[in-house]
């Protein structure tokens, strides 16, 4: 999957520009506070269907304009002709997304058409921070690839937030009837399940790809573990056979039914798959409590390039790669190390220096754009 233009217009500070990228290495240079984030933030708003950078849709339009729109080209392998992928942002309407014209009646039904994984050094807390954002990487990746997966989180994610709001009134005195906490224990374990096992699948793979990955950047020396840490979905059984789904629903079930007191105190859902966690070690030690600086980054990049391997094995093509500042960082050998991996897949980067590119990467391989004050020129 390439992107073969990207259209901006009114798009935080650039007015209207238009770039062609390159099928191999896009390079966008310039100074701090230029545009160059901004140019990531607007492809990739098509792989999630908002800003990566956590930004409200209306904080996207330029100051003072009513209305701001982005507009990405993209090419399947194989297709014959690319798709076009827009989104229109108003102040004060909802936003309008499309493919070549027809509009997307949700955010999810869009997902999908452009996958892209992007990396920056905010991923770093990947490694290093709460559950919540390993359980994000997680959600992101796997929403991209298969939308059954998008709507299991949306009915988990509707029926938790019900289920508080409840517990919270029945916590007040408000009458709540035992039919009525079944019905919620049935959706969110029913949701729960799936959920638990597409994430468990996807941390297997992500395990492979992670290991192969890290003994080549580090030369065997350091071993990397990944496990989905789930308490609907121990390991193993006591009669040693896997956790089937069913298992998962049952022991999810179980524990919303028969916990309603603490549930009730705490005035928030205490067991589900929102409490799970990618447990990420090396060496056997865990990486939030443990990790360097250079393994946090060489994990975080390495379950990037796994995203990568792991949408291709299931699409049957790379996705878009994204950097954003992420070479600053890294030595000589790890950028060539990260170029060499990448090499052959669509990537675009950005950077304040065009000289960040490695010497392992032929220099017809590389687009350099020039960014200043929300213009892009492209530079030979
Ligand atoms: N809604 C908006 N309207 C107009 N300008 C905006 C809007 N949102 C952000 N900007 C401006 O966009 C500029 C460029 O931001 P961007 O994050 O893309 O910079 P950058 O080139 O990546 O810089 P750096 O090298 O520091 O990361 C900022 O100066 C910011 O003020
Ligand atoms: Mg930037």
Same mark, same amino acid.
């Given at each position: ?48 269907? *908002? ?13 003072? @304009? ?18 076009? %992928? ?51 990487? #997680?959600?992101?990746? #796997? ?59 996807? @941390?297997?793979?992500?395990? /492979? ?8 950047? /580090? ?13 609907? %979905? ?17 022991? %999810?079930?179980?524990? #919303?039914?028969?916990? %309603? ?73 790890? *950028? ?5 991996? #990448? ?38």
């Amino acid at each position: 999957m390439k992107v073969k233009r990207a259209v901006f217009s009114n798009y935080r500070n650039i007015a209207a520009e238009e770039i062609e990228l390159s099928s191999s290495v896009n390079v966008l240079w310039g100074l701090n506070a230029q545009g160059k984030s901004n140019i990531l933030e607007g492809i990739y708003y098509f792989a999630r269907g *908002r800003s990566f950078r956590g930004a409200k849709d209306r904080e996207l339009i330029s100051f003072d @304009a009513p209305f701001a729109s982005i507009g990405v080209d993209v090419e399947r392998d194989g297709a014959q002709y690319p798709v076009r %992928l827009e989104v229109l942002l108003r102040r004060d309407a909802k936003k309008r997304l499309s493919r070549n014209g027809a509009v997307f009646s949700s955010v999810s039904e869009m997902i999908g058409n452009l996958r892209a994984v992007l990396f920056c050094p905010a991923h770093l807390s990947m490694i290093s921070g709460s559950p919540a954002e390993r359980r994000q990487f #997680l959600d992101i990746a #796997l929403s991209q690839l298969h939308p059954e997966y998008i709507e299991l989180l949306s009915v988990y994610k509707a029926a938790v937030g019900e289920r508080n709001a409840l517990l919270r009134r029945a916590s007040s005195g408000f009458p709540v009837s035992k039919e009525e906490w079944e019905v919620y224990a049935a959706q969110m374990s029913e949701s729960a399940a799936g959920i638990a096992k597409m994430r468990l699948e996807y @941390a297997g793979e992500l395990a /492979t790809h992670i290991s192969s990955f890290f003994s080549d950047m /580090t030369d065997g020396g350091e071993a990397p573990s990944v496990e989905y840490e789930s308490h609907l %979905l121990p390991k193993e059984r006591e009669d040693g056979e896997p956790f089937s789904e069913d298992d998962a629903k049952e022991r %999810l079930y179980n524990k #919303l039914i028969s916990n %309603l007191d603490r549930e009730q105190a705490a005035g928030s859902t205490l067991w589900g798959v929102h409490k799970d966690d990618l447990k990420l070690s090396i060496n056997g030690c865990d990486t939030r409590l443990y990790a360097s600086q250079g393994q946090q980054r060489s994990f975080a990049l390495a379950m990037k390039l796994a995203e990568g391997e792991i949408s291709r094995k299931s699409t049957g093509e790379y996705p878009v790669f994204l950097l954003d500042d992420v070479f600053s960082e890294l030595d000589a050998g790890r *950028r060539a190390f990260i170029m060499d991996k #990448l090499s052959g897949r669509q990537i675009v980067v950005t950077s304040c220096e065009p000289s960040v590119i490695p010497d392992n990467v032929s220099s017809s391989d590389v687009t350099f754009m020039e960014v200043s004050g929300g213009r892009i020129r492209e530079r030979k």
